[in-house]
């Protein structure tokens, strides 16, 4: 069974910075891609970043120049550098992966989700 859990939210000062992880265990093949999503208080879930297998990466333009999406393949483990943060981004932000597992049947490809981690951005 695959879990995605992610880690580093907490409250930060506009402009300050947070790391956050998002770490896959289980029994897998590859991480085909890594998404980071979020969702504030009374609003629906936005998509923030992607990264591919291959280390392409993609931005929601609000973020762009601010936040740096990475993975570390060996740890299975994906980030989202957040730097210059505004009140705007307080969201609770969660990941969700295509994650290639080694079944009896051959290779199966699963849509995980993590949990979500809060971030606040306040003085």
């Known amino acids: 069974q695959v879990q995605l859990v992610e880690s580093g939210g907490g409250l930060v000062q506009p402009g300050g910075s947070l790391r956050l992880s998002c770490a896959a265990s289980g029994s897998i093949l590859s991480i085909n891609r890594m998404d980071w999503y979020r969702q504030a208080e009374g609003r629906q879930r936005e998509w923030v970043a992607q990264i591919t297998r291959d280390g392409s990466t993609a931005y929601l333009d609000s973020v762009k120049g601010r936040f740096t999406i990475s993975k570390d393949n060996a740890k299975n483990t994906g980030y989202l550098q957040m730097d210059s943060l505004k009140p705007e981004d307080t969201a609770v932000y969660s990941c969700?992966?295509?994650?290639?597992?080694?079944?009896?049947?051959?290779?199966?490809?699963?849509?995980?989700w993590g949990k979500g981690t809060l971030v606040t951005v306040s003085s």
């Open positions: 969700n992966a295509e994650i290639s597992t080694v079944q009896n049947v051959g290779t199966i490809i699963t849509d995980y």
